[in-house]
Protein backbone atom coordinates (compact mmCIF):
# COMPACT_ATOMS: atom_id res chain seq x y z
CA UNK A 1 0.00 0.00 0.00
CA UNK A 2 1.70 3.49 -0.82
CA UNK A 3 1.27 5.98 1.89
CA UNK A 4 -0.82 8.48 0.29
CA UNK A 5 0.57 11.95 1.30
CA UNK A 6 -2.62 13.53 1.56
CA UNK A 7 -4.99 11.47 3.11
CA UNK A 8 -2.28 10.23 5.84
CA UNK A 9 -1.79 14.09 6.77
CA UNK A 10 -5.55 15.13 6.62
CA UNK A 11 -5.81 12.17 9.06
CA UNK A 12 -3.21 11.74 11.57
CA UNK A 13 -1.28 15.50 11.53
CA UNK A 14 -3.20 16.69 14.32
CA UNK A 15 -2.71 13.75 16.60
CA UNK A 16 0.83 13.38 15.73
CA UNK A 17 1.22 17.47 16.27
CA UNK A 18 -0.64 16.70 19.66
CA UNK A 19 2.24 13.52 20.62
CA UNK A 20 4.82 16.20 19.95
CA UNK A 21 3.45 18.70 21.74
CA UNK A 22 3.13 16.79 24.66
CA UNK A 23 6.51 15.67 24.86
CA UNK A 24 7.97 18.90 23.89
CA UNK A 25 5.84 21.73 24.90
CA UNK A 26 6.78 24.21 22.22
CA UNK A 27 4.03 24.84 19.14
CA UNK A 28 6.35 26.14 17.03
CA UNK A 29 8.77 23.67 17.55
CA UNK A 30 6.05 20.81 17.69
CA UNK A 31 4.87 22.09 13.98
CA UNK A 32 8.27 21.61 12.91
CA UNK A 33 8.87 17.80 14.06
CA UNK A 34 5.40 17.42 12.31
CA UNK A 35 6.25 18.31 9.50
CA UNK A 36 9.53 16.12 9.47
CA UNK A 37 7.88 13.18 10.51
CA UNK A 38 5.95 13.15 6.93
CA UNK A 39 9.32 13.96 5.13
CA UNK A 40 10.68 10.64 6.54
CA UNK A 41 7.38 9.09 6.47
CA UNK A 42 6.89 9.79 2.26
CA UNK A 43 11.24 8.89 2.52
CA UNK A 44 10.85 5.77 4.30
CA UNK A 45 7.49 4.49 2.95
CA UNK A 46 9.45 1.74 1.43
CA UNK A 47 9.90 0.74 4.53
CA UNK A 48 6.25 0.06 6.02
CA UNK A 49 5.56 -3.34 6.44
CA UNK A 50 1.29 -2.66 7.10
CA UNK A 51 2.79 -5.03 10.57
CA UNK A 52 1.25 -1.50 12.43
CA UNK A 53 -1.04 0.69 11.66
CA UNK A 54 0.02 4.12 10.05
CA UNK A 55 -0.50 5.87 13.03
CA UNK A 56 0.98 3.61 15.18
CA UNK A 57 4.04 4.20 12.22
CA UNK A 58 3.83 7.73 11.80
CA UNK A 59 3.78 7.99 15.95
CA UNK A 60 7.33 5.82 16.11
CA UNK A 61 8.72 8.17 13.52
CA UNK A 62 7.36 11.43 14.93
CA UNK A 63 9.30 10.39 19.07
CA UNK A 64 12.52 9.06 16.86
CA UNK A 65 12.85 12.75 15.38
CA UNK A 66 11.78 14.45 18.40
CA UNK A 67 14.53 12.57 20.50
CA UNK A 68 17.52 12.98 17.91
CA UNK A 69 16.88 16.74 18.35
CA UNK A 70 16.67 16.64 21.77
CA UNK A 71 19.48 14.67 21.56
CA UNK A 72 21.76 17.23 18.44
CA UNK A 73 20.50 19.87 21.16
CA UNK A 74 21.58 18.56 24.31
CA UNK A 75 18.42 19.97 26.06
CA UNK A 76 17.36 18.25 29.30
CA UNK A 77 14.94 20.32 30.44
CA UNK A 78 11.28 20.94 28.40
CA UNK A 79 9.39 24.37 28.59
CA UNK A 80 5.67 23.91 29.37
CA UNK A 81 3.36 25.98 27.26
CA UNK A 82 0.07 26.30 26.99
CA UNK A 83 -2.58 24.19 24.48
CA UNK A 84 -4.34 25.40 21.29
CA UNK A 85 -7.97 25.00 21.80
CA UNK A 86 -11.06 24.21 18.84
CA UNK A 87 -13.34 26.94 19.33
CA UNK A 88 -15.40 25.74 17.05
CA UNK A 89 -17.61 24.16 19.47
CA UNK A 90 -20.70 25.56 19.86
CA UNK A 91 -20.84 26.10 23.56
CA UNK A 92 -17.01 27.45 23.58
CA UNK A 93 -17.55 30.40 26.30
CA UNK A 94 -14.42 32.66 27.09
CA UNK A 95 -15.07 31.30 30.88
CA UNK A 96 -14.75 27.75 29.38
CA UNK A 97 -11.45 28.78 27.49
CA UNK A 98 -9.91 30.19 30.71
CA UNK A 99 -10.61 27.31 32.73
CA UNK A 100 -9.52 25.14 30.38
CA UNK A 101 -6.56 27.33 29.84
CA UNK A 102 -5.41 26.77 33.45
CA UNK A 103 -6.21 23.10 34.02
CA UNK A 104 -3.89 22.50 30.55
CA UNK A 105 -1.18 24.51 31.69
CA UNK A 106 -1.38 22.61 35.32
CA UNK A 107 -1.26 19.24 32.87
CA UNK A 108 1.75 20.45 30.87
CA UNK A 109 3.51 22.27 33.34
CA UNK A 110 3.22 18.76 35.89
CA UNK A 111 3.93 16.54 32.56
CA UNK A 112 7.14 18.21 32.09
CA UNK A 113 8.47 17.00 35.64
CA UNK A 114 7.87 13.23 35.80
CA UNK A 115 10.51 11.01 33.96
CA UNK A 116 10.94 10.91 30.22
CA UNK A 117 9.36 7.40 30.09
CA UNK A 118 6.39 8.43 32.28
CA UNK A 119 5.72 11.06 30.62
CA UNK A 120 5.66 9.08 26.95
CA UNK A 121 3.24 6.09 28.60
CA UNK A 122 1.06 8.79 29.92
CA UNK A 123 0.25 10.30 26.60
CA UNK A 124 0.56 7.54 24.23
CA UNK A 125 -2.25 5.52 26.72
CA UNK A 126 -3.95 8.22 28.60
CA UNK A 127 -4.31 11.04 26.14
CA UNK A 128 -3.82 9.65 22.76
CA UNK A 129 -5.60 6.95 23.56
CA UNK A 130 -3.88 4.15 22.01
CA UNK A 131 -3.93 0.26 23.55
CA UNK A 132 -0.74 -1.06 25.43
CA UNK A 133 0.12 -3.21 22.25
CA UNK A 134 -0.07 0.24 20.27
CA UNK A 135 2.28 2.09 22.74
CA UNK A 136 4.68 -0.58 23.28
CA UNK A 137 5.43 -0.56 19.65
CA UNK A 138 5.73 2.81 19.10
CA UNK A 139 8.53 2.87 22.11
CA UNK A 140 9.93 -0.41 21.63
CA UNK A 141 9.20 -1.67 25.03
CA UNK A 142 7.32 -4.47 26.25
CA UNK A 143 3.87 -4.62 27.00
CA UNK A 144 4.55 -4.62 31.16
CA UNK A 145 7.25 -1.43 30.69
CA UNK A 146 4.10 0.13 29.21
CA UNK A 147 1.34 -0.73 32.03
CA UNK A 148 4.22 0.21 34.56
CA UNK A 149 5.28 3.48 33.67
CA UNK A 150 1.87 4.19 32.89
CA UNK A 151 0.91 3.73 36.59
CA UNK A 152 4.12 5.24 37.95
CA UNK A 153 3.68 7.95 36.00
CA UNK A 154 0.02 8.37 36.55
CA UNK A 155 0.66 8.44 40.20
CA UNK A 156 3.75 10.91 40.05
CA UNK A 157 1.45 12.85 37.92
CA UNK A 158 -1.53 12.74 40.81
CA UNK A 159 0.76 13.81 43.35
CA UNK A 160 2.35 16.47 41.14
CA UNK A 161 -1.61 18.10 40.69
CA UNK A 162 -2.18 17.29 44.54
CA UNK A 163 -4.15 14.83 44.51
CA UNK A 164 -1.95 12.22 46.85
CA UNK A 165 -0.84 8.90 45.70
CA UNK A 166 -3.90 6.76 46.67
CA UNK A 167 -4.48 3.30 44.69
CA UNK A 168 -7.27 3.49 41.91
Known amino acids: MAFIFEQQYDLHSDRIYQYIYFLVGHAELAEDLTQETFIKAIQSQHT ?48 KWLEQNEESKRLYEALQKVKMD ?11 GLTIKETAKILGWNESKVKNCTERGMKALRQLLGGGDEDE
Not at 60 to 84: C, G, H
Open 118 to 128: YREAIVLRKIE
Open 48 to 95: FRNDASTLTWLMKIARNLTYDYYRRKRIISFLPFTAKYDTKEESFTPE
